[in-house]
């Protein structure tokens, strides 16, 4: 179906559950990006669930979050159980404009929930000319390298910047594969390889239902494990919030999310790299590779191909956001 | 033998190739922190070739690079071609210090020597209480994901942070091994696991003598190298280096340094994790292990051990400090 009729449904959805049309044009944006960027798993399946938790009063449509410069570079944000694009989004716009005097500014945001694909906010930043770092924490669903159980988050960094013939943007968790993955396996009946997961015993399987109640492999083993530890332990430390299987509310409908987000945004002179990414689209390809692959490029080929010939959604997605959009008390009048 | 013994030794080798005693002392305590928690690699065995680029002119035992503060919040460093840990130390001095009042500071690095471990800086500045991320970059030695012959540095990153009762530090390339190890085996004649790295004519070698003259793969595949492609594109935009191929002077001795570093403090309030971190030492360990794993802390045993009973110093590289040491011109005398 096309993206606008898609993007309008959204919005009547969000519009039903009491967001203002400034914030849910924001929350569609992300989830719509997602979906066009074939990331699924961070796209509108998202959405019922967002719905249920403004319901519930753990989500709040209206909050953009309290910003408190605790020094001119550091921004203290209390997201207010805002939702997660809302309070980032006000977070970036704080830093760009700090940045431009200061030359770099950070964020530690606390209390908000899902801010979905970290690449969103990264492509928006460099667009506008200027070099972010994102990174943001998760529910437990990592086993620490050497451990049996999930103890560390998926814990994702972006990085994007303008390279002076467009932009940059790189955006990965640090799990080798997403708990959406292992759920879509399972789902499918498909195993998954070996090394991607641990049952609930903590041994290592292929069967995706069992590794449903295990815990997800660090991507590229003990240095993957280093990274997400080291982000989930600067972004706590920071922004003071929970830790490990502390973190609640970015997969259910009913907690308070406790997750952390950090960006850093830096305003300055960027020497272009546009050439030397394209000398590496150039390269000779290895053995079963068609081209050298550039990060961020598969998604924004997908968007731009969603934008002229529509997306396809999961008829149950679909089917969820209609009955969000047209809520029962509007149907029975 | 005891650490203070090669300690010595290093003093006198600098001294004769005319390092003041404060750069000097700097530059032997990196080295030597790498040699005690056992990255050979990065220890003492570089001291050689850093004596003949001071030799060639392309190293100034002198400098300590020119800060220009291009926002409050930045600092664009050119390294003059000077020591690298004396260039990097004097970068974060400034940092520490204007980040006191800021919240965070950056620097940008350009023409400065081999920096070696970030780990060293990362632990120096979280003992100081303060949060530091590091990167750097260098020669071309990492495959593309896709692409057959080095293209990006083996770029790595590094975390520090105090976690209310001691430390956190990781320290870790975007390569999946160094090119030191790759060296290792091709010496000892062993072969390495197939996934390490490309031959000269880009197909995947088991023989490290082949490997040598290829490239070593990212760590993670695809995540390792959308990683460390972001840290070389970053760093080279900030801090207008060279890029990809281009980039010399790290492991030659007669070619000016033209790599970058990026150095982030943050002095903010931090919340304590140091319980989380004790709690993840005290998880249930997954078959095969004896215990969790946490970053950084087998190089700091392997310090602590070292500064007890002493280190091993392989007697090539001893013999070669013993040269450096005691110059022709004086035992003639």
């Known amino acids: 179906m096309p993206v606008s009729r898609a993007s309008e449904l959204v919005d009547r959805a969000l519009a039903a559950a009491g967001v203002p049309p400034d914030n849910?044009?924001?929350?569609?944006d992300?989830?719509?990006?997602?979906?066009?960027?074939?990331?699924?798993?961070?796209?509108?399946?998202?959405?019922?669930?967002?719905?249920?938790?403004?319901?519930?009063?753990?989500?709040?449509?209206?909050?953009?979050?309290?910003?408190?410069?605790?020094?001119?570079?550091?921004?203290?944000?209390?997201?207010?159980?805002?939702?997660?694009?809302v309070v980032a989004q006000a977070a970036i716009d704080a830093l760009l404009d700090r940045a431009a005097t200061q030359g770099v500014a950070v964020a530690a945001i606390a209390n908000s929930n899902h801010i979905g694909m970290l690449g969103f906010?990264?492509?928006?930043?460099?667009?506008?000319?200027?070099?972010?770092?994102?990174?943001?924490?998760?529910?437990?669903?990592?086993?620490?390298?050497?451990?049996r159980r999930a103890m560390i988050g998926t814990n994702p960094i972006a990085i994007g910047l303008p390279t002076g013939d467009g932009?940059?943007?790189?955006?990965?968790?640090?799990?080798?594969v997403s708990m959406g993955e292992i759920h879509d396996h399972a789902d499918r009946g498909t195993p998954i390889p070996l090394g991607w997961a641990l049952d609930g015993d903590g041994n290592p399987t292929t069967d995706a239902a069992a590794?449903?109640?295990?815990?997800?492999a660090?991507?590229?083993?003990?240095?993957?494990?280093?990274?997400?530890?080291?982000?989930?332990?600067?972004?706590?430390?920071?922004?003071?919030?929970?830790?490990?299987r502390e973190v609640k509310g970015t997969l259910d409908s009913t907690k308070r999310c406790t997750k952390a987000d950090l960006f850093i945004v830096i305003d300055q002179p960027l020497a272009p790299v546009a050439a030397f990414v394209e000398m590496l689209r150039q390269e000779t390809p290895a053995e079963g590779f068609d081209h050298v692959r550039i990060p961020g490029e598969r998604g924004r080929d997908l968007r731009r191909r969603a934008l002229a010939d529509g997306i396809n959604i999961a008829d149950v997605t679909w089917s969820r956001l209609q009955d969000l959009a047209a809520p029962a008390s509007i149907i029975e009048d």
């Open 24 to 28: 849910a044009a924001l929350q569609r």
């Open 30 to 85: 992300l989830l719509l990006d997602a979906e066009m960027r074939g990331i699924a798993s961070h796209g509108l399946l998202r959405l019922p669930r967002l719905v249920e938790r403004i319901g519930n009063g753990v989500a709040d449509p209206l909050t953009r979050g309290q910003h408190e410069w605790t020094a001119p570079g550091f921004l203290k944000v209390d997201g207010e159980q805002g939702l997660g694009p």
């Open 121 to 147: 906010y990264a492509d928006r930043v460099a667009e506008a000319g200027r070099c972010l770092i994102a990174f943001s924490t998760s529910e437990a669903l990592v086993h620490p390298w050497g451990g």
């Open 167 to 176: 932009i940059f943007m790189m955006d990965t968790a640090t799990s080798i």
């Open 211 to 216: 590794a449903r109640s295990g815990a997800i």
């Open 218 to 244: 660090p991507f590229g083993g003990p240095k993957g494990y280093a990274l997400g530890l080291a982000f989930e332990l600067m972004l706590t430390a920071l922004a003071g919030s929970s830790i490990g």
